[in-house]
C-alpha cells in the first residue's frame, strides 16, 4: 500500500482550485434561481387576463412640492392635477406633472418623514406605474400568483376627476411597481 503524502504548497493549491469550483457552483445555482423565478414570473404573466395598457407615470418624492413643480415647468412639463393625501398621521401633496404623453408624479410626504427622502443615497425614483382597466381584477391575479402584493387591497384616492385606485407589488430587488386604475 502506497500512502500519498501531498506538500502543503500543492495542498494550498488544489484547496484554492476546490473552492474556486464550489464558488463558482454555488454562483451558477444563485443565477440559474434567479432566472428560473424570472421564466416563472413572466410565463404566469403571459395567462393573466388582465392587461398593462403602458407606463401610467413614474412617482418621485419631493421636499419643496412647489420648488419641484417650477423646475419641471422650466423643463416644458405642465401641472395637470393637484391634490392632497393622508400619510401616517399627516398631510401630502402632489401634483401631475405632463409634457406630451409623460407624466412624472411628484409629491411631498408630511414633515415628520422627509427627512428620509433628504438623506437617501440610491436615488429618489419611488415607484413606476402601470396603468391597469380593472384594478380588482390585477390584484386578484398578482395574488393568486403569490406575487409580494404591499397593500391588502386596492387603495382609493381622491386624484383626478373621478378618483384612482391603486396597489403596490415588490419586485425582485425590492423596486416598487404601482398598479393603478384611473376611475
Known amino acids: 500500500m502506497r500512502l ?15 473552492n474556486c469550483i464550489n464558488t ?20 404566469y404573466l403571459l395567462f393573466m387576463n388582465f392587461k398593462i395598457n403602458h407606463i401610467q407615470h ?20 405642465e401641472n395637470v392635477m393637484a391634490s392632497g393625501f393622508d400619510h401616517n398621521g399627516g398631510r401630502g401633496k402632489m401634483a401631475m406633472m405632463q409634457k406630451g404623453e409623460m407624466i412624472i408624479e411628484i ?8 427627512d428620509e427622502i433628504r438623506n437617501r443615497a440610491d ?3 419611488d415607484h413606476v406605474a402601470f396603468d391597469v382597466d380593472d ?17 391588502d387591497a386596492p387603495v382609493f384616492l381622491p386624484f383626478w376627476k ?13 423596486e416598487r411597481l404601482e398598479f393603478n386604475q384611473i376611475l
Open 135 to 151: 384594478i380588482d381584477l390585477a390584484f386578484s391575479e398578482l395574488k393568486n400568483a403569490s406575487f409580494l402584493i404591499i397593500e
Open 123 to 125: 436615488g429618489h425614483i
Open 24 to 43: 463558482g457552483v454555488a454562483f451558477f445555482k444563485m443565477h440559474l434561481t434567479r432566472l428560473i423565478t424570472l421564466h416563472l414570473y413572466t410565463s
Open 58 to 77: 413614474i412617482g418621485i418624492p419631493v421636499t419643496d412640492l412647489n420648488r419641484s413643480e417650477t423646475f419641471y415647468k422650466k423643463l416644458g412639463f
Open 162 to 174: 373621478n378618483g384612482c385606485k391603486y396597489f403596490n407589488i415588490s419586485g425582485p430587488d425590492g
Open 107 to 114: 409629491y411631498q410626504l408630511p414633515d415628520t418623514v422627509l
Open 4 to 18: 500519498l503524502f501531498i506538500t502543503s504548497p500543492v495542498y494550498e493549491r488544489m484547496s484554492a482550485f476546490l
